[in-house]
């Protein structure tokens, strides 16, 4: 594989690691975990603390819309849409609490292209984040 397979999105959050965004492989792009961050001030969505660094407002809605949103400008840096993709695993940090409402979101987002999915439940992840993304899309002919 190629540096040239690498992709950076520069209108996306950056990776909290030593990784890219997304990488090429043939048709096939595999985009790295992709969480709700916001791109241009790196906040989380929905999440506010206190100056003691208590949560004093959490709203999941608004991490998964986010969360939609950050895959979608990866996609395109990538050069792919959101109808290329295949395979959606989603973690959630608090599967009883969120898993219904990150469903009823996600039917709004794939009303036609609905890619294989797998949810998980995990006990946290990197950053104060609820939920996060790992996609595989099959790029588009000459992509």
Known sequence: MSSSDRIDASNAPKPVGAYPHARRAGNLLFLSGIGPRDPETDGIPGLERSATGNF???????????????????LEASGATWEDLVDVTVFLT??????HTYNRIYAEYFQTNQPCRTTVGINSLPTPIAIE????????EGG
């Open 94 to 99: 608090d599967m009883q609490r969120d898993f």
């Open 133 to 140: 993304l790992k996609c595989i899309a099959v790029l588009p």
């Open 56 to 74: 004093t407002a959490f709203d999941f809605e608004a991490q998964c819309h986010s969360v939609f949103r950050n895959v979608r400008l990866v």
